[in-house]
């Protein structure tokens, strides 16, 4: 049996942003009297991708987006930058990081670990808006 929804995240700046709460809010129907599933999450962006990591320290969120910068530069000799200096930049990151992610799903609830949460890594400067398609399978 499978549920789908497509729904879209607030907008954000450039970062990493805990968005498990915005995303279980969008998927609790879906998740309700599944007692063995899997949830598939993918964003309908090249700029943008989603990854789960640690979920306490805000820290992280620091630390990645940082590291991020670090392996992919901006101050790369560019040549796609149609939409400006962080056009190609964000999609070599979306494409390091990632379009979908997977968690399984038991008795109604994602089964993530204690410390982790999902986060929507966002690449661009400038606030967007985020399509993301849940799909769940039990």
């Known amino acids: 049996m499978g549920w789908q929804k497509t729904f879209t995240l607030g907008r954000r700046a450039k970062g990493c942003h805990l968005v498990t709460e915005e995303i279980l809010n969008h998927i609790e129907p879906g998740l309700r009297n599944v007692q063995v599933g899997m949830l598939f999450l993918f964003i309908q962006h090249t700029s943008a991708a989603l990854t789960i990591n640690e979920n306490y320290d805000p820290d992280v969120r620091t630390d990645m987006n940082m590291a991020l910068d670090k392996v992919v530069p901006e101050s790369l000799n560019w040549l796609h ?17 990632g379009s979908t992610i997977s968690m399984p799903i038991t008795n109604g609830r994602l089964n993530l670990g204690t410390w982790q949460g999902i986060y929507l890594t966002e690449f661009r400067h400038l606030p967007h808006a985020r399509r993301v398609v849940a799909t769940i399978i039990s």
Do not use: R
Request: no cysteine; glycine share 6%.
């Open 81 to 97: 930058t149609d939409e400006g200096p962080d056009d190609s930049v964000s999609h070599t990151k979306a494409s390091l990081v």
